[in-house]
């Protein structure tokens, strides 16, 4: 039977979410980021730019260990699990308070963990999506695996599930399961994660303001239960949205860092006298995606002529950094369950005219027939009207995708070369980008990639397939891959669920499911008044261990 958390209102009405404005004291670490973040509720949000900033200040049960995708304690201290894999019980660390000065236990754990999950709790809002919880766990309600959340004492959590799931320990590691305070939830309502609001976790930055397209400012946690190892007091995540002005504003000491400087000036900084490079390693992938509710891209003929069109080396050449390679699946090479066997695409624009005219196209085309959808998003054959053949570009540079408006003239001059004459066109910033295609209305090709969250294939296969079909993945179905990857998830025992991974891999690539484009390293620039900085492949870096000189 399920208990919602009982809030004391005073105490609620007492301690205040937001701080007020403070200038930065101490030592402060300024970040130069892409754009706007979307949310500070890390439970709600799927973009790194958010999630740079909750990390420093929300935990998980568990956290990656510095460079690594290692789970190890976290606000958790230890754990054990049943035979059969179905029962995880954690012992919790105690005396940890919450930003908000309410004490952390089991029921909070337990009140976050039912918030996610059930549809009908009082604060799973519907003016949010709890995208990553639905995605990793198989789905709310009665479709979780997490079957019951149950504080068995005060400082401990026990978890059923219905079937075993392989990457629990990864999952539960991930920045979107961070425990936030029930009391500061409760407080702000729909707006807990908003720029009036910000965050109330347990981590070592509490949250300070948001100015939304300028700033935020997080400050050192001086009750915070764990080693700060750094000197950081302030944070500062300035808004710059071009490389270039981040790297002059790094020479001017604006910024102490930045991520993903523009290829050609990695050499000055790496050169410079004050300024060097730390590289991320790979663990992400830039894709393009299709829309399965336009008619024409429904034809395998027709995605096969569209992905032979596009040269990737030529793409990875021109905008990526060194050591950046040409991607054929999903999964990048540095981790398990990546299929070696699966072959290049080769660039062959005569072969993709051919096909083109094999599909009906001998000309080519510049519009497209926008399909129905029914109450299950299934697409329907309902002709419901036509556009114009659209490629969307991202707003933002991201790790895996460093122009997002270069890559896409690039990829509509190789389109046009085979008769498909798209039009480029960008959805606002990036948070209404992310809307878009949630819910799916990036109807034509559209950019995106992903960054891995915890080590496991599934994060990359099973986030994205194992449902379907959804509005957020173009209305893709599959249902031999959606079982697979189920299948997969279900397993404990690696070396059983990494040919589940390379046969998914071998389907989505014979279907051209989507067109893989690359994985790259991701370059980190620093002042070199800057030290101990962690880069992680998962890019969960935490801040706290940072030094300013």
Request: hydrophobic share 40%.
């Amino acid at each position: 039977m399920r208990k919602w958390f009982v809030l004391v209102i005073v105490l609620a009405l007492l301690v205040p979410l937001a701080p007020a404005s403070v200038t930065a004291q101490g030592n402060t670490f300024t970040f130069g980021e892409f754009g706007n973040a979307v949310a500070l509720d890390p439970a709600i949000v799927t973009d790194g730019i958010s999630f740079r900033v909750t990390v420093q200040g929300c935990e998980p049960l568990l956290q990656f260990a510095d460079e690594t995708t290692i789970p190890r304690p976290g606000l958790a201290e230890s754990w054990t699990a049943s035979d059969d894999g179905l029962v995880w019980t954690f012992k919790l660390r105690e005396g940890i308070m919450f930003h908000d000065g309410t004490p952390f236990n089991a029921d909070a754990v337990v009140y976050n963990f039912e918030r996610w999950r059930f549809t009908d709790h009082p604060t799973h809002f519907p003016e949010v999506v709890f995208e990553y919880y639905s995605s990793m766990w198989n789905g709310f309600d009665d479709d979780s695996i997490i079957t019951n959340v149950e504080a068995t004492s005060e400082y401990e959590v026990t978890f059923t599930l219905s079937e075993p799931n392989g990457g629990m320990l990864n999952t539960l590691a991930m920045p979107m399961f961070a425990i936030s305070s029930p009391a500061a939830i409760e407080a702000a309502g729909a707006a807990y994660g908003t720029p009036s609001v910000g965050y109330s976790c347990t981590g070592p930055y509490k949250f300070v303001e948001w100015i939304s397209d300028d700033h935020i400012t997080l400050t050192r946690n001086e009750d915070y239960w764990d080693e700060i190892s750094g000197n950081v007091d302030t944070i500062i995540y300035r808004v710059i949205p071009n490389a270039a002005a981040r790297f002059a504003a790094l020479q001017a000491g604006e910024i102490d860092a930045f991520e993903q400087p523009n290829v050609e000036d990695l050499p000055a900084i790496e050169s410079g006298d004050n300024t060097y490079v730390l590289m991320r390693p790979p663990l992400n992938v830039f894709y393009l995606a299709f829309s399965y509710r336009i008619k024409e891209l429904r034809d395998p003929l027709v995605r096969e002529a569209i992905s032979l069109a596009i040269n990737r080396q030529e793409i990875v050449d021109a905008f990526y950094p060194p050591g950046a390679v040409v991607a054929t699946t999903m999964i990048p090479p540095s981790l398990w369950g990546y299929n070696p066997d699966v072959p290049a695409v080769p660039y062959d624009p005569d072969l993709a005219m051919e096909l083109l005219a094999e599909a009906g196209y001998p000309d080519g085309f510049s519009e497209v027939t926008l399909l129905g959808v029914d109450e299950n998003n299934n697409v329907t054959d309902e002709e419901v009207g036509t556009i114009p053949f659209t490629l969307y570009f991202m707003p933002v540079q991201r790790p895996y995708n460093p122009d997002g408006l270069g890559i896409g003239e690039a990829m509509a001059s190789y389109l046009a070369a085979i008769g498909l004459d798209v039009t480029l066109d960008q959805v606002g910033d990036w948070s209404a980008y992310l809307a878009a295609r949630s819910n799916g209305e990036l109807t034509g090709l559209y950019q995106l990639g992903w960054t891995g969250d915890n080590g496991d294939p599934d994060n990359f296969l099973g986030y994205f397939y194992l449902n379907q079909p959804v509005p957020q993945e173009g209305y893709y179905q599959n249902e031999e891959v959606s079982q697979l990857l189920r299948q997969a998830r279900s397993m404990t025992e690696q070396s059983e669920r990494e040919p589940v991974y390379q046969q998914v891999d071998q389907i989505m690539h014979d279907e051209v499911a989507r067109l893989y484009i690359a994985h790259s390293g991701v370059p980190l620039a620093f002042s070199n008044r800057v030290s101990g900085y962690i880069p992680n492949p998962l890019a969960t870096e935490h801040f706290k261990y940072v030094s300013v000189g």
